[in-house]
């Protein structure tokens, strides 16, 4: 069963915390979420993973009347953004509530488990379920 997995990230505090991680810091986040990635794949169970852009980087848009792309700078909805995410392929639900909480567990600042909240959403065959 296909599985997302997405860390949120309050787009407010999306600087002040990127800026709290040293480049060690930076260092062992990235080598939590390397060594996540390489046991997936090596399970066969990863099907994609992407670490997204902050919030400066977002676009908005919309279609005007005439269906023209309207981009304006920034997210649509204010909050919470998609920081990255990782879609699995499953044997079960049990083993994505795994997968999420070794991503839950990456090292923050210092190293100590960040322990944020990690959403898991099935991917239904038909989405109309």
């Keep these: 069963m296909l599985y997302m997995i997405q860390m949120n990230v309050d787009a407010d505090s999306w600087d002040s915390v990127m800026s709290s991680f040293g480049p060690d810091d930076m260092k062992a986040m990235f080598a939590h979420m390397e060594a996540l990635n390489n046991e997936l794949t090596s399970a066969g169970e990863l099907v994609e993973a992407r670490g997204l852009g902050g919030p400066g980087l977002a676009k908005t848009v919309r279609a005007d009347a005439d269906g023209t792309p309207q981009v304006t700078e920034g997210q649509a909805v204010k909050g919470?953004?998609?920081?990255?995410y990782w879609v699995v392929d499953v044997k079960s639900a049990e083993r994505a509530y795994e997968i999420a909480a070794r991503a839950s567990a990456c090292p923050g600042p210092g190293?100590?488990?960040?322990?944020?909240?990690?959403?898991?959403?099935?991917?239904?065959?038909?989405?109309?379920?």
């Design 111 to 129: 190293g100590t488990p960040g322990n944020d909240p990690v959403e898991v959403h099935p991917i239904p065959d038909d989405p109309t379920v």
């Design 80 to 84: 919470q953004i998609l920081a990255g």
